[in-house]
């Protein structure tokens, strides 16, 4: 069997398990592969081939995993943000520590500005770990 024919089974080989897994990756090396077979269908050696291939699947990988990367304006936005939580009790009133409840579990809360009673309603400005800075203001 020629050489060409064996980079497009390959080829077509990493596009099926592309359809299996979803991520562009195999699909770039299966299209790098079949840049392979053009390569080989002309005639060049197999380092040629071999040389091409691997060409387009780093050019095809680098724009994927630009294409891929979030934008820097959302990397840190939760989406638990601007979200009301019920001041459930203190922790120490001091401090600004509470325990509120969100998402019907209890979490430990840093309150901002003003200190409430219980049952008060406050809104969620940030998340650290597993920590809710929260204030009585909703956030813009």
Known sequence: MEAYLYWALIGIALIIAELLTGTFYLLVIGIAAFAGAAVAYVGYSFWIEAVSAAAVAVIGVILISRYRAPSPGKSGQSLDIGQSVVLDSWVSEADGLARVSYRNALWDAKVLGERQASGK????????????????SKPA
């Open 121 to 136: 309603v406050f809104y969620i400005h940030a998340v650290d770990g597993n920590t809710l800075h929260v204030s009585a």
